[in-house]
C-alpha cells in the first residue's frame, strides 16, 4: 500500500472537534471523501507526534499510516459524535509505543513552538539563544517519561488535559500534576535565564 501523505492540511487548530465528530461519522457510513478529509487534518500533526516518540520520520509515518488504517478498519465501533483528535492520538501513541518505548522529547521542536529561538541581532544574543535551546532541551530530557509526555501533548500537540487524560490512560488529576510539577521543573532549571542570570 502506498503512504498516504498530504501536505495542504488546515492547522487542526482551525477545526473544531465538532466538525470532525460530523466527518468520523460520515466515516462509519463508508464516506471515502470524508475519510480523506481526516486524513488530510490530522496527517502532520500525528507524524509529528509520533515522530517525538519512535525518533525517526519515516517509521513514524508507518505508524500513521498504520493508525488510519484502523481507522477506517474499525469505522462502524465508534461511538457517534466521537472525536477522531482523540481516537488517533491513541492508536497511535499505542502503536508508536509497542514500537518503541517513549524516548527523549524533541525540545529543539518546543522550544521553536514556544518562540525561545528567535533570529539574533547580535552574536552574544545567537550565543544565549543556543545556550537557552540546549538547557530547554536538557530541562526536557530529565523529566520523567510520563511528564514529559503530558508536557509535549499539551504545548507542543495542544491537547486538553481530559484529552491527554483519555489518550495516556491517567486520571486528569494525575495528568494536571504531571503538568504542573512538568513546568516547575523547567522553570527551575531555567531560573538563570528568565531571571538574566541574577538567580
Not at 38 to 55: H, K, Q
Amino acid at each position: 500500500m502506498a503512504k498516504l501523505r498530504f501536505v495542504d492540511a488546515d492547522p487542526p487548530q482551525s477545526r473544531g472537534d465538532r466538525h470532525g465528530a460530523e466527518l468520523l461519522d460520515q466515516v462509519r457510513v463508508g464516506d471515502t471523501g470524508a475519510y480523506a478529509q481526516l486524513v488530510r487534518i490530522w496527517w502532520r500533526p500525528l507524524v509529528l507526534y509520533v515522530a517525538r516518540i519512535v525518533d525517526n520520520l519515516d517509521v513514524a509515518e508507518d505508524i500513521v499510516q498504520e493508525a488510519f488504517v484502523r481507522l477506517w478498519e474499525h469505522r462502524i465501533d465508534w461511538r457517534p459524535a466521537s472525536s477522531p483528535r482523540l481516537i488517533l492520538y491513541t492508536i497511535a501513541r499505542n502503536l508508536a509505543l509497542n514500537h518503541r518505548n517513549y524516548g527523549a522529547a524533541r525540545a529543539k521542536r518546543l522550544a521553536t513552538k514556544l518562540g525561545l529561538q528567535r533570529s539574533p541581532v547580535t552574536p552574544a544574543q545567537a550565543l544565549e539563544g543556543e545556550e537557552l535551546r540546549r538547557a530547554l532541551e536538557q530541562a526536557i530530557s530529565r523529566l520523567t517519561p510520563r511528564r514529559r509526555e503530558v508536557l509535549l501533548l499539551s504545548r507542543y500537540d495542544g491537547l486538553s488535559r481530559a484529552e491527554i487524560s483519555k489518550v495516556t490512560k491517567l486520571s486528569p488529576q494525575t495528568v494536571a500534576n504531571y503538568l504542573v510539577t512538568a513546568l516547575a521543573e523547567l522553570r527551575e532549571a531555567l531560573r538563570p535565564f528568565l531571571t538574566g542570570g541574577n538567580a
